[in-house]
């Protein structure tokens, strides 16, 4: 993964919040800090990301340019029904102050943990035999058995507050298409509607993924390929 790749899967992880590229650098490993400005500036230039500055500092979120994010732009309070044109939207200007909805910035660590436990909780409930990875494992987050068999599959779980999910184009290749995965739709903290999950192949979604073209071995699942999906959980007993 390059660290462009680094920076969007974090943007995508904590989305819709907001991050400095302080908390960019922490969260997704990439150092050191002007190399994240670099970056941060380049996929805001390129329309990847949206960037907002309060006085000195830029805070940078997820852009609404990706597929099947709907996009809410700034609003001039000058001109009531003028969207600011860029994703680069300064605290105030020649025109007047732009009108930002603050949003409260969350940590986007604890929400793939969320994803996997909540996860765990339904296929519980479903009498099936699970149990969490360890941390250190790679490819797989869950294993899951038909308590009427004798075998574990390896089940990956991809976790976000708001969709599309950031995948890995290497998941839709060779024997990694037979694998199950579990995407979860968790919403906002304070959402009154229930966490959504869709559960698929990964050959069933392959040819889902939209991989923009400056990607290299990385692109997005929308929302609209795993509606069909949703709620399969007989996928786990095939």
């Known amino acids: 993964m390059t660290n462009r790749e680094r920076v969007l899967a974090y ?6 919040a907001e991050a400095t590229n302080a908390d960019i650098c922490s969260g997704s490993g990439v150092e050191p800090h002007q190399q994240v400005f670099q970056i941060t500036q380049r996929l805001v230039a390129e329309g990847f990301v949206w960037g907002r500055q309060y006085g000195k500092e830029w805070r940078f979120s997820l852009s609404a340019s990706h597929p ?18 860029s994703n680069i939207s300064p605290s105030g200007g020649d025109d007047g102050p732009l009108e ?13 943990h969320a994803g996997e436990y909540l996860v765990m909780g339904e296929l519980l409930r479903r009498e099936f035999d699970a149990q969490l ?6 490819g797989y987050d869950v294993l899951v058995g038909d308590p ?42 304070d959402a009154t509607k229930p966490v959504r999950f869709f ?12 991989k923009p073209a400056s990607f290299d071995n990385h ?3 929308p929302i609209k390929a795993v509606i069909p999906h949703e709620g399969r959980w007989d996928k786990l007993r095939e």
Not at 11 to 16: H, M
Not at 68 to 85: F, K
Not at 133 to 138: C, F, I, Y
Not at 199 to 210: C, D, M, P, S
């Open 199 to 210: 559960i698929a192949t990964n050959r069933e979604l392959a040819g889902h993924v939209h």
């Open 219 to 221: 692109g997005f699942m």
């Open 100 to 112: 930002v909805q603050p949003r409260k910035r969350k940590s986007g660590v604890p929400t793939g």
């Open 133 to 138: 990875a360890d941390r250190n494992t790679k």
């Open 148 to 189: 009427t068999g004798s075998t574990l599959r390896k089940v990956q779980v991809k976790t976000v507050r708001s969709q599309p999910w950031y995948v890995s184009c290497k998941d839709f290749e060779g024997t990694l298409l037979e694998q199950v995965t579990i995407y979860v739709l968790l919403g906002t903290p």
């Open 68 to 85: 099947d994010i709907e996009q809410q732009p700034l609003r001039n309070t000058t001109n009531p029904g003028v969207a600011s044109g």
């Open 11 to 16: 943007l995508s992880s904590i989305a819709p």
